[in-house]
């Protein structure tokens, strides 16, 4: 049977037994555990988990078959989980035909980049224009303050430069980058738990998730924010893989040919520039170009991998595992990371900068000429002394921001789905707008920016279970998904006073899908259990999944904008707080 979370090595940073720390050792009463290994290769790349060769004999078919079978699935899977994914997000992705929610600002906006280089105002009717005409108006010439960088409003408008000005072209390139996260996710799960069948779980089940499909199919920047941040973990995975197989590679062999740690080898050798961490740089610099939270993941995922540095030199066998890594990958992976990120973020205000600076560019670009003249710093260039300015200006407004909204949340209630958004409600009557006509009284028309909620409160234990194996088993992956959650969740915690929304969780969405496969993988439990334990842990695992599958079709019309009867409408709000 296919290989899980549980049956794979989950301590590939741990030292051996002779010499690990006591209170490690007391920690084997909370059901601590670390087998041996005879080769520190195995340790430091363990091999991806195959199905046994009692499944292959089950289905009838020969080694070689099977052979094939297993390579192709790990692309083979992953791109049939992306095809699902695609085509739930791209199904009738104009409909509603309307401007929902936020894309009253950042469908218009991005319009304005692609043409201008910065913002404009739009006039008030704008909105009925651009569907009336199909986006053929001109665009104003009057710079608009706006809160958010270009990254995101620039791969909006993309899509309309592809497709045109309308509904299906301002939701083109968000429903594209959603469905390529789900292809990364399944590729990531793999590569962290090292099996393609829990990689596959965790992109299904982002596949099935309402709030992940609701932003795949809205131009809002938050999607475009969790694809950045996605590809930047995946690339700082695949770079621990290309660390680890270096380390692998120069250690000495034994007498018997086996790989052993060698400490002079871990504490010396230089693992170079390491492209995969100047990549994981780039997307979190797109990242905090698209919405400036991005700067809390930058500063998890840099802490992360220096850890991960720890860890491999300490399997490696390094005697001064910290110090090695702060001499040989502390600079180069902050180089690699923060110089790069904030370079990026600058080149994303290049359509600002080179607007004119005679007051009919962008938004503050002339405040250098004129408010800001004088002061400390004019030797600097004008535009940078601008921009500045103009950053200044957003912080103080984002902080300051408490103005109430009927949808607003606090982060407390994520978690448990506890107030989505709703971005577009009509009531249309019965034969109307997809209104049967033996719809009664009236029907209700939706779209409901909320997680599927068995997912999400099956993520809740996943979670729990999730810091358990990092707290106790000193689980490296677990850390990784908790790093995740954290960069994306917990700095919210930090503004409770703030309007924010639920939607800004599909940040982390990634992660917690994670958190359910990896708890999945355990519910399966090992492949050295009992015929009777697998069963029963496939049947339990099935029924969870089975139960997401349903309650994602179950809710599809809140989803979607799908028009139905008012008390169909009534029977899906399980909480009042969802109304």
């Not at 996605?230 to 770079?239: K, S």
């Not at 005697?319 to 990371?337: C, G, K, S």
């Not at 496939?538 to 079709?553: E, H, P, R, S, T």
Request: proline letters at 6%.
């Amino acid at each position: 049977m296919t290989s899980t979370a549980s049956s794979m090595d989950t301590r590939q940073g741990q030292a051996p037994q002779e010499q690990r720390p006591s209170w490690q050792r007391r920690l084997r009463r909370f059901g601590y555990t670390a087998a041996l290994r005879s080769d520190v290769r195995d340790r430091l790349v363990p091999p991806y988990a195959e199905p046994g060769p009692r499944l292959w004999a089950s289905l009838g078919l020969s080694p070689t078959l099977a052979g094939r079978i297993t390579r192709w699935s790990a692309w083979g899977g992953p791109l049939l989980v992306t095809l699902l994914a695609g085509l739930l997000r791209f199904y009738h992705l104009g409909s509603p035909r309307a401007v929902i929610f936020d894309e009253t600002y950042y469908a218009k906006d991005a319009w304005a980049l692609v043409h201008r280089g910065f913002e404009v105002n739009w006039d008030k009717n704008a909105n009925d224009l651009v569907l009336t005409t199909h986006g053929h108006l001109t665009v104003p010439a009057d710079a608009a303050y706006v809160v958010h960088p270009p990254v995101g409003k620039y791969v909006i408008g993309l899509g309309e430069l592809l497709f045109g000005f309308d509904p299906f072209g301002w939701r083109f390139m968000t429903a594209l980058l959603g469905t390529l996260s789900v292809l990364m996710l399944c590729r990531i799960g793999r590569r962290l738990f090292r099996s393609t069948f829990l990689g596959c779980v965790a992109g299904t089940l982002m596949a099935l998730d309402g709030l992940a499909f609701v932003m795949a199919r809205t131009s809002l920047l938050d999607g475009v924010l969790m694809f950045f941040v996605v590809g930047a973990f995946g690339c700082l995975l695949i770079d621990r893989d290309r660390a680890r197989e270096r380390l692998a590679a120069a250690l000495p062999p034994d007498a018997d040919g086996r790989i052993r740690p060698d400490a002079h080898t871990a504490d010396s050798l230089s693992l170079g520039w390491r492209p995969w961490r100047w990549l994981a740089g780039v997307l979190l610099g797109l990242a905090i170009g698209t919405k400036w939270n991005g700067l809390y993941v930058l500063a998890a995922f840099v802490v992360m991998a220096l850890l991960w540095d720890v860890g491999s030199r300490r399997v490696a066998g390094a005697r001064h595992p910290y110090r090695a890594v702060l001499r040989h990958d502390t600079v180069l992976t902050l180089i690699a990371t923060v110089p790069v990120a904030v370079a990026v973020y600058f080149l994303s205000w290049t359509g600002w900068i080179l607007s004119p600076a005679n007051g009919t560019g962008g938004y503050f670009r002339n405040w250098a000429a004129t408010d800001g003249r004088g002061g400390s710093f004019t030797w600097l260039p004008d535009w940078l002394r601008s921009l500045w300015h103009y950053e200044h200006e957003v912080y103080k407004f984002h902080v300051g921001l408490s103005s109430p909204h009927p949808y607003m949340s606090n982060p407390w209630s994520w978690l448990v789905d506890g107030r989505p958004v709703s971005f577009f409600y009509e009531s249309p009557a019965p034969g109307s707008a997809g209104c049967p006509m033996n719809a009664g009284e009236k029907c209700a028309r939706e779209v409901l920016a909320i997680g599927t909620p068995m997912l999400w409160w099956a993520a809740c234990f996943a979670l729990l279970y999730v810091l358990w194996r990092w707290a106790f088993r000193r689980d490296w992956r677990a850390g990784a998904i908790a790093c995740g959650v954290a960069a994306g969740y917990l700095p919210w915690f930090m503004y409770q006073e703030r309007t924010i929304f639920f939607f800004y969780a599909v940040v982390f969405l990634p992660f917690l899908c994670l958190a359910v496969a990896m708890l999945v993988g355990a519910v399966i439990g090992p492949p050295d259990s009992s015929d009777t334990r697998r069963l029963a842990g496939a049947v339990g695992a099935g029924v969870l999944m089975l139960l997401i599958a349903w309650n994602f079709i179950y809710f599809w019309p809140l989803y979607t904008g799908t028009a139905i009867p008012i008390d169909q409408w009534r029977s899906r709000m399980w909480l009042d707080t969802w109304v």
